[in-house]
């Protein structure tokens, strides 16, 4: 059974820093790509980034880029999102994604 978990999420001081884990299990988690996006209150979910498989190849969304970094390490079978420069608009509910399959998400709230 496919299982994502993600840990990390808190409140924060705008400027400040979180770094968000998203571990999996159930599947060959190097042979996937690993997406991460969040979802605001009253908001649509908004797409952040992925990071592929083999090379580790980054896409992000302009929201995040330059402030997100995601990462993975196969060996642990997890993946991350680091977030640096967060803002309050910034506060949502973060996921990952695997193929079809969804975390149950991490609350991220950011103070102004």
């Known amino acids: 059974e496919v299982h994502l978990v993600e840990s990390g999420g808190g409140l924060v001081q705008a400027e400040g820093s979180l770094r968000l884990s998203c571990g999996a299990s159930?599947?060959?988690?190097?042979?996937?790509?690993i997406g991460w996006s969040r979802q605001a209150p009253g908001k649509e979910r908004e797409g952040l980034g992925c990071?592929?498989?083999?090379?580790?190849?980054?896409y992000y969304a302009d929201s995040v880029k330059g402030r997100f970094t995601i990462s993975r390490d196969n060996a642990k079978n997890t993946a991350y999102l680091q977030m640096n420069g967060l803002k309050p608009e910034d506060t949502a509910v973060y996921y990952c994604k695997a193929w079809a399959f969804w975390g149950q998400g991490t609350q991220v709230t950011v103070s102004s």
């Open positions: 159930g599947f060959t988690f190097g042979d996937y790509a």
């Open positions: 990071i592929q498989t083999g090379n580790d190849t980054t």
